[in-house]
């Protein structure tokens, strides 16, 4: 089973800063990753996929990057509807595996 | 707009079994991969089960291997979600996705809103 490991727990940012969050798999997954983000109360919503594509109607100021093992999210400005909790899945193998999260919360 | 809308959800005791559909529609059902996730209360997101578009191929979690069966009915637009020998652990949210395509190796570009199982005596 390949393990996803997501660094830090918890992000703590302001409103408007930048926010960089990383993503780590046991074993090379290539680029088959992606991030959700969820609410409170939500389901899941689709980010990024293939390491680097946003999915329909994501802002730009969200951006994936990376391959293999090492993956990150980044966050230009966060926005108020932006402090959740990110998720990053790879699709390469089974069983399919999640990371822990990373709950972005207001500085 | 595609829309997923599981139930069946409900409090069931140890050992006892559920079945969860999900309702689909806003899309051509039968041509994407389906999937069931679910989220313990305060935890993280655990893949369950993943079923082919025609149904040929299914993948299930080892954690619920020989208790839960995926299945799907093209012509009903619907998947299913056949649950036995239910374990406190087995207590989740249980959310419906569809991939992005036919196959397996895509992403969960759309997810239904959740149906809270609870096994408990």
């Known amino acids: 089973e390949i393990v996803m490991t997501q660094s830090p727990a918890t992000l703590s940012v302001s409103p408007g800063e930048r926010a960089t969050l990383s993503c780590r798999a046991s074993q090379s997954v290539s680029s088959n990753l992606a991030w959700y983000q969820q609410k409170p109360g939500q389901a899941p919503r689709l980010l990024i996929y293939?390491?680097?594509t946003r999915a329909t109607v994501i802002p730009a100021r969200f951006s994936g990057s990376g391959s293999g093992t090492e993956f990150t999210l980044t966050i230009s400005s966060l926005q108020s509807e932006d402090f959740a909790v990110y998720y990053c899945q790879q699709y390469d193998n089974w069983p399919l595996t999640f990371g822990g999260g990373t709950k972005v919360e207001i500085k | 707009e595609v829309q997923l809308l599981e139930s069946g959800g409900g409090l069931v005791q140890p050992g006892g079994s559920l079945r969860l559909p999900c309702a689909a529609s806003g899309f051509t059902f039968s041509s994407y991969a389906m999937s069931w996730v679910r989220q313990a209360p305060g935890k993280g997101l655990e893949w369950v089960s993943a079923?082919?578009?025609?149904?040929?191929?299914?993948y299930n979690a080892d954690s619920v291997k020989g208790r839960f069966t995926i299945s799907r009915d093209n012509s009903k637009n619907t998947l299913y979600l056949q649950m036995t020998s239910l374990r406190a652990e087995d207590t989740a949210v249980y959310y419906c996705?569809?991939?992005?395509?036919?196959?397996?190796?895509?992403?969960?570009?759309?997810w239904g809103q959740g149906t809270l199982v609870t096994v408990s005596s």
């Open positions: 996705a569809k991939a992005q395509g036919s196959s397996l190796y895509y992403a969960w570009s759309d």
């Open positions: 079923i082919s578009d025609s149904g040929y191929s299914t």
């Open positions: 293939g390491a680097s």
